[in-house]
């Protein structure tokens, strides 16, 4: 039974760390076009992620980036 509840804390941890792998460059990459940070916290919602990563790409950028098409 001990062993059972060592891997639940483990993949706890490892739940957390892949949650801050995705979760922190879309937070940096939605403030650089600028929108909100916390917009990237959709990264860790099913088919929401998805939806953000179809909108930064095709999405207009409000930062004024420089066009890929210029």
């Known amino acids: 039974m ?8 483990i993949g706890f941890l490892w739940m957390l760390v892949v949650g801050i792998i995705f979760v ?12 909100p940070g916390p ?16 909108f930064i790409a095709f999405g207009p950028w409000k930062a004024g980036a420089a066009s890929v098409d210029d």
Request: some cysteine; aromatic content about 14%.
């Open 2 to 9: 001990m062993g059972h509840e060592m891997f639940a804390g």
């Open 24 to 35: 922190i460059p879309a937070w940096k990459l939605c403030q650089r076009i600028g929108y």
């Open 39 to 54: 917009l990237g916290l959709l990264i860790l919602v099913p088919f929401a992620n998805i939806v953000l990563l179809y």
